[in-house]
C-alpha cells in the first residue's frame, strides 16, 4: 500500500492504480495536487513555540493551541483531485466536484492561481493547483483539457496522432 505514493507532481498510470486499488478498478490516471507533507514540521515549530505562552503562569491561554490545530486541519483537508471523470476539490469547510463535462476551461488568475470555469459561468477555485500542472490535468482528462505548454503530443493524452499524409509517387 506504501509502495505507490501519488502526490502534486506524479500522475498515477492504471498499472500504478491498479496495484493500489486492485485489479478492478478502472479510474484511468488519477492525480492529488495537495500542500505537501513537510508543513507539518511549521505546524509542530508552532505548536513548540506556543507552549510556553499557553502553559505559562497566565489562566486560560490553553486556546492558543487552537492555530495549530486548525493549521494542521487545513494542511489534511485542502487538495484537488482530478481523475478520469472530473475535478473534486477540498477546502477546509467545502467541496465541489466537477465533471469534465461541465467544465467550460481553465482561468489562470493573480498570483499564478487556477480556477476552473464552468458553463454557467460560475469558478471554481482549485487549491494548491497551479499553472506547472495543466499538463498533468491534459494527461488526466485525457485531451478534454488542453494542454497550452505544448509539451505533451495527443499520444501522450490519450488521442491518437494525426495521419500524415502519404507521399506522392511522383514526388
Not at 478502472?26 to 514540521?41: H, L, Q, S, W, Y
Not at 492558543?64 to 477546509?92: D, K, S
Not at 485531451?143 to 514526388?171: F, H, I, R
Request: charged fraction near 20%; charge should be positive; hydrophobic fraction near 45%.
Amino acid at each position: 500500500m506504501f509502495g505507490v505514493a501519488v502526490h502534486h507532481f506524479c500522475v498515477a498510470s492504471k498499472a500504478q492504480q491498479d496495484s493500489i486499488d486492485g485489479p478492478t478498478a478502472d479510474e484511468g490516471r488519477k492525480a492529488v495536487f495537495k500542500i505537501p507533507n513537510t508543513a507539518f514540521m511549521a505546524i509542530a515549530l508552532l505548536t513548540i513555540c506556543v507552549t510556553p505562552i499557553a502553559l505559562g503562569e497566565i489562566p486560560w491561554l490553553e486556546w492558543l493551541y487552537v492555530f495549530p490545530i486548525g493549521l494542521a486541519v487545513f494542511v489534511i483537508r485542502t487538495r484537488t483531485v482530478a481523475t478520469r471523470h472530473g475535478l473534486a476539490t477540498r477546502t477546509m469547510f467545502g467541496k465541489h466536484d466537477v465533471p469534465w463535462s461541465d467544465l467550460k476551461g481553465l482561468a489562470i488568475i493573480k498570483k499564478s492561481r487556477v480556477q476552473a470555469v464552468l458553463k454557467d459561468g460560475t469558478r471554481i477555485k482549485l487549491p494548491t493547483v497551479r499553472p506547472r500542472h495543466l499538463p498533468v490535468l491534459s494527461l488526466v482528462s485525457e485531451g478534454l483539457v488542453a494542454d497550452p505548454s505544448g509539451l505533451l503530443t495527443a499520444e501522450d493524452v490519450g488521442g491518437t496522432a494525426p495521419d500524415k499524409p502519404e507521399p506522392s509517387p511522383g514526388a
